[in-house]
C-alpha cells in the first residue's frame, strides 16, 4: 500500500551513497508503531476525560520531546543539561501556550479535556521541539568554529551573552526559520495539517482556515520564546561563572 512509497526514498539513499536505508526503515516502524499506540491511547484518554490523565499524557509528550531534541544534535552537551534544557523549555512553553489557545482563543468546554488539549500540544511541541534541536546544534557548532573570537572578546572583558552576541543571534535565526518558511507559505503552497483534516472530515474550508491562522499564531510564538529560552541556555551552559568557555563540555561528533 502507501508504504511502499518509501522505496523511494531508499531508491535515492542507494544512488546517491547516502546510506540513510536503515535509518529510512526504523524511522516508518517507529511512525508506525507510535501512531498506532497513540491511536489507542487517545481513545482511552477521550473516555476518562481526566485532567490527572490528561497532565500524565502532557509530559510524557514533553519528555519524548526532550529525547529528540538531545537526539537530533550532532555536537551535544555532555550529561543530562541538554535533556533538561529540551524537556523542560518544552513542557514550560507547550503548556502555556497550549492552555491559552485553548482556554483563551478557542474557548474549550473544559479546556482540560484531552479531546482539546493533547492534539494543540501536539502540533505546538513538535514546531518547538525542531527550533529548540536547531538552536541548540547551531549555538554549539558556531562556539567551537568561532572559539578564537568568542575567547578574544571574553579576555577584553565582555560578558558570556555579550561575547556570544552574533553566534547567539544566528542560531535563533536557524531556529526561527522552519516556522517562518511554514507561515510564509500556508494557504499558496501548502495546506497545513489542522486545515486539511477539517476539510477532509466536511468542514467548512474558511471555518478551518480561521482555525489554522489561530493555531499557526500560537506555534509562531511558542516556537520564538522556546528557541529564545532554549539559545541563552546553551550560552549559559557552555560557559562558566567566571565567564570562560568550556567547550570540554561538549561531546565529540556524533557519526
Known amino acids: 500500500g502507501a508504504a511502499s512509497l518509501l522505496l523511494l526514498n531508499v531508491a535515492v539513499s542507494w544512488r546517491f551513497g547516502l546510506r540513510l536505508e536503515r535509518r529510512l526503515a526504523i524511522a516508518a516502524m517507529r511512525m508506525v508503531v507510535q501512531l498506532a499506540l497513540v491511536g489507542w491511547l487517545l481513545q482511552i484518554l477521550f473516555r476518562q476525560d481526566s485532567p490527572i490523565w490528561t497532565g500524565a499524557m502532557v509530559f510524557v509528550m514533553a519528555a519524548a520531546a526532550g529525547h529528540e531534541v538531545v537526539n ?12 533538561a534544557v529540551g524537556m523542560g523549555t518544552l513542557l514550560f512553553v507547550g503548556t502555556a501556550f497550549t492552555i491559552v489557545a485553548v482556554a483563551g482563543l478557542i474557548g474549550a468546554e473544559p479546556w482540560t479535556s484531552p479531546r482539546f488539549f493533547l492534539p494543540v500540544l501536539g502540533m505546538v511541541l513538535g514546531n518547538a521541539m525542531t527550533g529548540v534541536s536547531l538552536v541548540l546544534d547551531a549555538v554549539s557548532w558556531a562556539a567551537e568554529r568561532e572559539r578564537g573570537s568568542i575567547e578574544a572578546r571574553l ?27 511554514a507561515m510564509a507559505v500556508a494557504g499558496v503552497v501548502s495546506l497545513p495539517g489542522m486545515m486539511t483534516g477539517q476539510i477532509l ?9 480561521k482555525y489554522q491562522m ?16 532554549a539559545g541563552f541556555a546553551a550560552v ?20
Open 72 to 83: 537530533r544534535q550532532r555536537r551535544r552537551l555532555a550529561g543530562a543539561a541538554p535533556y
Open 155 to 181: 579576555a577584553l572583558g565582555e560578558t558570556r551573552f555579550a561575547a556570544f552576541d552574533s553566534v547567539l543571534r544566528r542560531g535563533l535565526e536557524t531556529g526561527l526559520m522552519p516556522i517562518l518558511n
Open 201 to 209: 472530515a466536511g468542514g467548512d474550508p474558511l471555518e478551518a482556515a
Open 214 to 229: 489561530l493555531i499557526l499564531f500560537v506555534i509562531g510564538a511558542a516556537t520564538a520564546l522556546s528557541v529564545v529560552l
Open 236 to 255: 549559559w551552559l557552555l560557559t562558566d561563572e567566571r565567564h570562560r568557555l568550556r567547550l570540554e563540555r561538549l561531546q565529540p561528533e556524533r557519526g
